[in-house]
């Protein structure tokens, strides 16, 4: 990934490397702002409407939020331990590994989250 192109600003090896700290991080951080925004948004759109069906449905979404924010969290976890090792890859200038460790942490993930909404799915 030579690139990352992010709201017009592009993030490359010589901002990360030699640029501004401040500015590599405030660009790198957009996404994570940007995303923790939507769940945000998501989860009080869920509960908008669900308070119009009745109180049984508020409190099933209140048991079910601890659930879903371990998901979120195993996912974060996984990606902030990747984004370290992919890190020191390409500090290293090592981009095959560090090509393969973004691919792993794609992956595991993913695998998680599909392990979960099997287990989910049979549950309910």
């Known amino acids: 990934m030579k690139n990352i192109h992010l709201f017009k600003k592009t993030i490359d090896r010589e901002l990360i490397v030699n640029g501004s700290l401040l500015s590599a991080i405030l660009c790198l951080s957009i996404s994570i702002i940007f995303n923790n925004f939507l769940q945000t948004l998501y989860n009080l759109t869920d509960t908008y409407w669900l308070g119009k069906i009745g109180k049984e449905s508020v409190a099933a979404i209140t ?24 890190s020191q890859f390409f500090g290293a200038k090592d981009n095959e590994n560090a090509r393969d460790m973004a691919e ?16 989910c799915f049979i549950s309910s």
């Open 63 to 86: 048991v079910v939020t601890p659930v879903q924010n371990v998901i979120i969290q195993f996912g974060q976890g996984i990606s902030l331990a990747g984004s370290v090792l992919i």
């Open 104 to 119: 792993h942490v794609f992956a595991s993930p993913m695998i998680f989250s599909f392990a979960a909404a099997f287990i």
